[in-house]
T-cell receptor, first 112, second 116 residues
Framework: DAKTTQPTSMDCAEGRAANLPCNHS???????VYWYRQIHSQGPQYIIH???NNETNEMASLIITEDRKSSTLILPHATLRDTAVYYC?????????????FGTGTLLAVQP | DTGVSQDPRHKITKRGQNVTFRCDPI?????LYWYRQTLGQGPEFLTY????????KSRLLSDRFSAERPKGSFSTLEIQRTEQGDSAMYLC??????????????FGPGTRLTVL
């Protein structure tokens, strides 16, 4: 079973920041937080991952709380092309298989 | 680098028929995964290959399902005696064993199976 809880859906205005929350209260010390997204009719796409420090790349920023029980994915300037289902996943780094266990994710709808 | 490709993109079959899907991972990616996704749900892990060895299979992978990766490059997923419950999107992903992208999985576009 997925070890994360996310809102079912969220709206965001185009050009504004999209903040997607995720709860992972049972996360273990060796588990990282990963974010993927899935645009309609496409395969999932990796966005970012982190352990305990905040991370930023060209796509997004990841803010992880100090107790690591929750995190927020931030898309700084959402565009219509960011409309997708966003999945928050926790898993060990460097596990035997690195398989992903997806939940149902958050459907982000970016509005013009 | 052309990404992960899957063939066919769509397959419609009648209940009881056998179907086979192909996945071509990114070249030199040692790890290959199959997932299944039904409407409104996130993808579910089916099986994992490291090179040609199948190292993990989900309990979702019933006896009617078989996957191979004979030369450690492309992979096939076969479903025998298809059932309507097999209707889903079948996704393939690959990743390297080392390097910058070590912990990313690169997904293909999927094969959508409809069993009538």
């Amino acid at each position: 079973d997925a070890k994360t809880t996310q809102p079912t859906s969220m709206d965001c205005a185009e050009g504004r920041a999209a903040n997607l929350p995720c709860n992972h209260s049972t996360i273990s010390g060796n588990e990282y937080v990963y974010w993927y997204r899935q645009i309609h009719s496409q395969g999932p796409q990796y966005i970012i991952h982190g352990l305990k420090n905040n991370e930023t790349n060209e796509m997004a920023s990841l803010i992880i709380t100090e107790d690591r029980k929750s995190s927020t994915l931030i898309l700084p300037h959402a565009t219509l092309r960011d409309t997708a289902v966003y999945y928050c996943i926790v898993r060990p780094y460097g596990g035997a298989t690195n398989k992903l266990i997806f939940g149902t994710g958050t459907l982000l709808a970016v509005q013009p | 680098d052309t990404g992960v490709s899957q063939d066919p993109r769509h397959k419609i079959t009648k209940r009881g028929q056998n179907v086979t899907f192909r996945c071509d991972p990114i070249s030199e990616h040692n790890r290959l995964y199959w997932y299944r996704q039904t409407l409104g749900q996130g993808p579910e892990f089916l099986t994992y290959f490291q090179n040609e060895a199948q190292l993990e299979k989900s309990r979702l992978l019933s006896d009617r399902f078989s996957a191979e990766r004979p030369k450690g490059s492309f992979s096939t997923l076969e479903i025998q005696r298809t059932e309507q419950g097999d209707s889903a999107m079948y996704l393939c992903a690959s990743s390297p064993l080392s390097g910058v992208s070590y912990n990313e999985q690169f997904f293909g576009p999927g094969t959508r199976l409809t069993v009538l």
